[in-house]
């Protein structure tokens, strides 16, 4: 089989995704639409059609339709295939759509957490698919209510995709890590993640230091603003800047491993919202740090049906001062919850799961 995957940016939950389907044996190409790269065994082409217009010294009012052009001879240049998966890029793609029939038997999307503005292109690429993926049962149901498509809407959910970069872990490097970062041995750790919304990292730091003067001693906060733009992490430093607390915020975007290395010296995690959070939260539960959610959870009826314990930020001040039986309840708990994240989200299952929805095509 061959697929192309059409995305606006390459996430590590496609990049997994590529490479599991491509054990397989299936032939995986993507297509990162904005850069016009195309990958093929990772190996980058950047492609460039010129169009007839381009020869020309357009003003700016043609500029859009010479870049129309070029999508449509870049499509054109493009092999066969006998599935594309317009995997979270669903407005950059719809107006591409006729172009995009001509070059698969047949196509599917999985919708991203961005916003989707209800239009007459993406209501045609909604109504020209074969079916339509979620990450969680959520954003499904609320997409029913605004689109409808019921008859096409899936679940596939993201895997764990830290999971073997956790199993490879090596408590050598975990210490190593750890001293690197100066970490007072006496205090304990706890991993924030911070999401998308600038106001709602104030809103939590604030909160953050409402917490008794004894505790922010006793606690080092590692802040992770991975999917904050870089003008809005500037912003966060500067509100930082003048607070009493102990943190870390790392100055670079985190590999996997970086990533993993600082859950592994957590003992706790505070997960902000954000529908791209789900593979922090997957790998939070798997290294069995204490997971808190600053907010609603995001699908909390199935973590429950799957005795996975996600606790609220409202009881991270009580959960501080455990005493010895809430610890050896807690230690079960966090067991129990790394087997369901081993048994539910393990990149294998998950793509199962997904050369299931293939059979659609």
């Not at 719809?94 to 172009?99: E, F, K, L, N, Y």
């Not at 503005?117 to 209501?123: A, F, S, T």
Request: charged share 30%; with cysteine.
């Amino acid at each position: 089989m061959k697929l192309l995957f059409i995305c606006d940016k390459i996430d590590s939950t496609l990049k997994s995704r590529v490479d599991q389907l491509a054990d397989k044996d299936i032939e995986v190409h993507v297509l990162e639409l904005p850069s016009l790269a195309l990958y093929k065994n990772w190996e980058k082409e950047v492609l460039e059609p010129k169009t007839p217009i381009d020869f020309l010294n357009i003003g700016r009012r043609f500029q859009k339709f010479s870049k129309t052009l070029q999508y449509k001879k870049l499509f054109d240049s493009l092999d066969d295939y006998e599935g594309v998966n317009i995997y979270k890029s669903t407005t950059i793609s719809a107006p591409h759509i006729d172009s995009i029939k001509k070059i698969a038997k047949s196509y599917f999307i999985t919708i991203n957490d961005e916003q989707i503005e209800k239009n007459r292109q993406i209501v045609k690429t909604f109504d020209n698919s074969c079916c339509i993926l979620f990450n969680n049962s959520s954003d499904l149901t609320k997409f029913e209510k605004d689109f409808g498509y019921d008859e096409k809407t899936l679940i596939a959910r993201d895997g764990a995709t830290l999971m073997s970069v956790i199993d490879n872990l090596k408590n050598e490097k975990v210490e190593k890590f750890r001293n690197y970062l100066n970490l007072d041995s006496h205090k304990s750790v706890t991993y924030c993640y911070l999401g998308k919304s600038l106001d709602m990292q104030f809103a939590f730091i604030d909160d953050l230091l409402k917490l008794p003067a004894s505790l922010l001693r006793e606690n080092t906060f590692i802040f992770d603003p991975s999917d904050s733009s870089l003008v809005d992490k500037e912003r966060l430093i500067e509100y930082l800047n003048d607070k009493k607390f102990d943190f870390l915020l790392p100055d670079s975007q985190l590999t996997d491993e970086q990533k993993a290395v600082l859950l592994a010296i957590s003992k706790n995690s505070i997960i902000l919202p954000n529908p791209k959070n789900s593979n922090t939260l997957y790998s939070s539960l798997y290294i069995k740090n204490h997971l808190y959610f600053y907010g609603n959870i995001p699908d909390e009826e199935f973590y429950k049906e799957h005795n996975i314990f996600i606790d609220s930020y409202e009881n991270f001040e009580n959960s501080l001062t455990f005493n010895q039986d809430s610890k050896q309840l807690m230690a079960e708990l966090l067991n129990t919850n790394k087997e369901a994240i081993k048994k539910l989200f393990h990149p294998e299952v998950n793509t199962q799961n997904y050369l299931e929805i293939l059979k659609i095509l």
